[in-house]
């Protein structure tokens, strides 16, 4: 079964600064894919970024960057140059792929993240 | 533009009560997901469906239904059967690949259910 664990409840962090949101994950299969959504307190989810496993370089959008170390089973979010606006929770998810090619995700518990002035 | 709809967005139900939950999405996904959440929690998947007429179980599915009559739509049914109910409830649809493509998840707005 695969697991995604976050261990940060909640984090802190000033505009402008940098923050790493950490998250590991634990499956036995080859092929598979990361994302990362952020949940405003509107409820929506919104993709942010995703990383497949075989990829070889770590994904970026944006200001957002994966952080993606296989032997660690790791894949972190660093959100660069914090704005207010990205005050959120952050969900870290694993999918596995379904027979007939649907998608699960597994998400892990989530990170509150807030942005100081 | 292209998205999914969920409603109602706020719901109330007495204990003993059946309620369904609608969800439309104009995206011609051919996949529908139904998820959970809870409080401090993640999401937990409930139901999804790959094609028309096809669905499977979740995690949790105990204690909800679900029905695909038509690719755009993906109703729940949360039975009387279903123990702790008020939940935030989420839809979701994707396309099918079995590539290893992101194959990324689209989310409706929610429905927040509370059993009074």
């Known amino acids: 079964a695969q697991k995604i664990t976050q261990t940060q409840p909640g984090m802190f962090v000033q505009e402008k600064e940098a923050v790493t949101l950490d998250c590991t994950y634990d499956?036995?299969?080859?092929?598979?894919?990361l994302f990362w959504y952020k949940q405003p307190s509107s409820g929506e989810m919104i993709f942010l970024i995703y990383?497949?496993?075989?990829?070889?370089q770590n994904a970026t959008e944006g200001r957002y960057s994966l952080n993606f170390q296989k032997a660690r089973k790791s894949a972190n979010l660093v959100i660069s140059a914090s704005q207010l606006g990205d005050s959120a929770m952050y969900f870290c998810a694993m999918r596995e792929i379904l027979t007939g090619g649907g998608n699960k995700l597994t998400f892990g518990t989530g990170t509150q993240l807030k942005v100081e002035l | 533009d292209g998205g999914i709809t969920q409603s109602p967005k706020y719901l109330f139900r007495k204990e003993g009560q059946n309620v369904t939950l609608s969800c439309e999405q104009n995206?011609?996904?051919?996949?529908m997901y139904w998820y959970r959440q809870d409080p401090g929690q993640g999401l937990r998947l409930i139901y999804y469906s790959q094609i028309v007429n096809d669905f499977q179980k979740g995690d949790i599915a105990e204690g909800y239904s679900v029905s695909r009559e038509k690719k755009e739509s993906f109703p729940l049914t949360v039975t009387s059967a279903q123990k702790n109910p008020t939940a935030f409830y989420l839809c979701?649809?994707?396309?099918?690949?079995?590539?290893?493509?992101?194959?990324?998840?689209?989310f409706g707005a929610g429905s927040r259910l509370t059993v009074l």
């Open positions: 995206l011609n996904h051919d996949a």
């Open positions: 979701a649809s994707s396309i099918q690949g079995r590539g290893s493509g992101a194959n990324v998840l689209t």
């Open positions: 499956t036995s299969d080859q092929s598979y894919g």
């Open positions: 990383q497949g496993s075989y990829d070889e």
